[in-house]
């Protein structure tokens, strides 16, 4: 019994100055999505290459693209919105034979999209999709024929036509006419500005939520400068100040609105250096989460032209440029805390992923660049 004994008292003792720690699993790395919208086919202005949407990971911790497939196939998904788990997308028909494009609706079932349908945009090439501030109404921005429609979303994301905008063409001026690209809702949802390139205007309706109607504002709209080509704008977190950005003159015209009754130009500035003296054409602009900063895309000085926001005046001064890495930036975005920017590349097909400095608010540091087909919309 002691022969026994002795081994497993020894045991004991050995066991007993052993450590041991217990294994913790590795935390998730968080990640989210962000849908790239693409041109898939040869038109005048692109050589599309894409297949249709595409869903990239981004890794929240580095801001880094970690993967992207394919989610659904579209002809000339160029332009996408998306709201809680429904993406909205347009289809940029203008060819022959092609009398109408479409705006397709989709749910995101985790890592796919559903079809839920697609309705006409009674107009060709649409180009814009954004949403009022309550996710009711859908807003589709044609480029040609002047038309702009209005949808309502129902609980599951499908769409019905609500209203359609047509703007006529210059009062004696036969060869100049609408070219709408966007279409922007103010932040107490009361009014809508669609930015007319073709005519140098941007338009402006009242919006009723209720009924999903438009009705011509008091004041028609905001002239612009003959030959600016107004393209996209943003609104001011508190509506009073709009900035357009302006594709033909590489300018952004900050607008004053005076309590949603009076709106008046306060300020052109360029969108390029001084010494540049090659063609280029803006395209997207969006505003800092803080409202501090506005960026701007140029198509051809290739870069992202960044500005200060004066908080009284609205006024914007420019603080710099940074290289996009390609050729042809049609479309850049912000990661949801403003700590991160990516820059689309139309014709090089690559995005650029540049770490914002915050106090300065300058994409400066580059983070990745990463090689998409045709990329022209990227959609948080």
């Not at 962000?34 to 202005?45: A, F, S």
């Amino acid at each position: 019994m002691k022969k026994i004994l002795f081994p497993l008292i020894a045991l004991g003792l050995f066991l007993s100055t052993l450590t041991f720690t217990a294994v913790t699993p590795s935390p998730a790395v968080a990640r989210y999505d962000v849908y790239v919208g693409t041109y898939t086919r040869t038109e005048g202005h692109v050589d599309g290459k894409a297949d249709g949407i595409y869903r990239m990971q981004i890794d929240e911790a580095t801001g880094q693209i970690k993967k992207h497939e394919l989610v659904a196939e579209l002809v000339n998904p160029s332009f996408l919105e998306k709201v809680g788990n429904n993406l909205y997308a347009v289809s940029e028909l203008a060819q022959a034979g092609e009398k109408t494009g479409y705006v397709h609706a989709y749910a995101i079932r985790g890592k796919k999209l559903k079809s839920l349908g697609k309705l006409p945009t009674n107009g060709r090439a649409p180009c814009h999709v954004s949403l009022d501030r309550t996710g009711q109404l859908v807003f589709v921005a044609n480029y040609l024929d002047g038309v702009a429609m209005v949808y309502r979303r129902d609980a599951s994301g499908q769409l019905s036509v609500s209203d359609q905008v047509t703007i006529p063409h210059a009062v004696n001026q036969p060869d100049r006419q609408p070219w709408l690209h966007s279409v922007n809702v103010s932040p107490d949802n009361q009014l809508v500005a669609i930015a007319d390139k073709g005519l140098d205007k941007v338009w402006l309706f009242q919006l009723d939520v209720a009924t999903g109607r438009l009705r011509p504002h008091a004041q028609a709209f905001i002239a612009l400068p003959a030959g600016s080509g107004p393209r996209h704008a943003t609104w001011s977190e508190d509506g009073q100040f709009l900035y357009v950005i302006n594709e033909l003159s590489n300018t952004v015209s900050v607008v004053h609105n005076r309590e949603n009754k009076e709106f008046r130009v306060l300020q052109d500035i360029s969108t390029l250096p001084e010494d540049f003296d090659g063609a280029s054409y803006c395209a997207d602009l969006h505003l800092s989460p803080s409202g501090r900063y506005l960026y701007g895309s140029n198509r051809g000085h290739n870069s992202i032209v960044q500005y200060r926001v004066n908080p009284i005046s609205g006024g914007l001064t420019t603080v710099g440029w940074t290289s996009t890495k390609g050729d042809y930036p049609r479309n850049f975005g912000l990661d949801p805390h403003g700590r991160v920017l990516y820059a689309a590349n139309q014709n090089t097909g690559n995005i650029a992923v540049y770490e914002i400095d915050e106090t300065s608010g300058v994409p400066g540091k580059l983070l990745q660049e990463y090689q998409i087909p045709t990329p022209v919309c990227l959609e948080f």
